[in-house]
């Protein structure tokens, strides 16, 4: 089963708009993270909040989680056409802070 | 380069027939993982480790097995191959407690 849901599946945008992404999970977490995956390759670990914070920075990137909801979003701002990518959020769950579950992630396509 | 590495990165086996999928790291890692990706799906865990000796099952573990007699080696073994197993095998290792996973580039299998 999976934990995390994306949403939307699917998005497009145009070269400096800002992309939003949403994941909602199950049961209580440790943390949750958000990779992305170019077509054909591995993922690349983006960011990481835990339980605790609401809110999390990292470049162009901004993260928040809502425990009460079940939920995080993840902002990419000023998008560029090297960030079309699938984004997959991953949480550890409480207990088991070693195991990842993954959602099924939100194909993003930035237009030049 | 420090990361994970695994081999091989294709593989064509006939039903029935045995593997080992092969994964390294050099990072002095003792969280590692196996997932598997599917089509328009994000990763489901197979196998993970929190330590050379030690594995446990994940999300999907039948028809593969693991050992970890080493930090740095985490094989996946497939007994016998079916065409379900046909997908792309992801491993990835991290250090305990909350942080990213570091994933390998992928092996993409197929069973015929």
């Known amino acids: 089963s999976q934990q995390g849901e994306e949403d939307p599946q699917a998005l497009s945008i145009q070269e400096g708009e800002n992309a939003t992404m949403n994941c909602s999970y199950k049961?209580?977490?440790?943390?949750l993270q958000w990779y992305r995956q170019n077509s054909g390759r591995g993922l690349v670990h983006l960011i990481l909040i835990r339980s605790n914070e609401r809110e999390k920075h990292s470049g162009r990137l901004r993260v928040t989680l809502d425990t009460s909801k079940k939920s995080s979003s993840l902002l990419i701002t000023a998008s560029r056409a090297a960030d079309t990518a699938s984004y997959f959020c991953?949480?550890?769950?409480?207990?088991?802070?070693?195991?990842?579950?993954f959602g099924s992630g939100t194909q993003l396509t930035v237009l030049p | 380069n420090a990361g994970v590495t695994q081999t091989p990165k294709f593989q064509v086996l006939k039903t029935g027939q045995s593997m080992t999928l092969q994964c390294a790291q050099d990072m002095n890692h003792e969280y590692m993982s196996w997932y598997r990706q599917d089509p328009g799906m994000g990763l489901r865990l197979i196998h993970y480790?929190?330590?050379?000796?030690?594995?446990d099952q994940g999300e999907v573990p039948n028809g593969y097995n693991v050992s970890r007699s080493t930090t740095e080696d985490f094989p996946l073994r497939l007994l016998s191959a079916a065409p379900s197993q046909t997908s792309v095998y992801f491993c990835?290792?991290?250090?305990?407690?909350?942080?990213?996973?570091?994933f390998g580039s992928g092996t993409r299998l197929t069973v015929v």
């Open positions: 991953a949480t550890a769950v409480s207990g088991s802070a070693r195991q990842l579950t």
């Open positions: 049961t209580s977490i440790n943390n």
């Open positions: 990835a290792s991290s250090y305990p407690g909350a942080f990213g996973y570091t």
């Open positions: 480790s929190v330590g050379a000796g030690i594995t």
